[in-house]
């Protein structure tokens, strides 16, 4: 197994966070791993991706030309990426934020409406969590347990509070694209 993962979007919707929650599973649970974080000047608003490395074998170099996978978070994300991806990949869209749809054939592509599932569950910023979901219940790169575990840990202390309504978006994700796929 061996996934190389574009997560992109606006700075701010939480590209970087899908990534690196992404590693530190696959770390937990033994796989070799990179996050290679990209991100523009305005952190907040301008771009933001990040290339990560999930495999079973060890890796000889984080950097990577053609992505086995890409998730879009914003239009110029989708536009930068898509034509990248190698065939028979995955393309997940953040269809609340992109209404354009990918004109390639030769690629898995799954539209998840992030902003409103994520409303849904009573959580409006968990946009990343939701895409999150999205992303591990179609490629099983990491284990659910370990995402919610990480999730928990995130928000330990002062902000305990964000929990449920995280691994909820994170749900709500998985179940969204499954339910695609019957």
């Not at 992505?67 to 879009?72: F, G, K, N, S």
């Not at 934020?97 to 054939?105: I, L, T």
């Not at 999205?134 to 928000?155: C, D, L, N, P």
Request: some cysteine.
């Amino acid at each position: 197994m061996k996934i190389q993962l574009t997560a992109a979007g606006f700075g701010g919707q939480g590209a970087l966070a899908i990534g690196k929650n992404l590693v530190e599973a696959g770390m937990r649970e033994g796989l070799e791993v990179t996050w290679t974080p990209s991100y523009g000047p305005e952190m907040r608003g301008g771009t933001a991706n990040c290339s990560v490395v999930i495999s079973d074998k060890r890796i000889g170099s984080p950097v990577f030309s053609h992505p086995t996978d890409l998730i879009a978070l914003s239009l110029p994300s989708l536009i930068k990426f898509a034509d990248k991806v190698v065939p028979g990949g995955n393309i997940f869209v953040n269809s609340s934020a992109v209404s354009e749809k990918v004109e390639r054939s030769d690629v898995n592509v799954y539209y998840v409406p992030c902003s409103e599932m994520a409303e849904k569950v009573g959580n409006p910023k968990a946009v990343n969590m939701v895409m999150l979901g999205a992303y591990v219940g179609v490629s099983g790169a990491v284990k659910i347990e370990t995402v919610e575990q990480i999730i928990r840990e995130m928000f330990a202390g002062a902000k305990e509070k964000f929990i449920p309504g995280n691994i909820a978006a994170f749900h709500s994700g998985m179940d969204f694209v499954k339910q695609q796929a019957e």
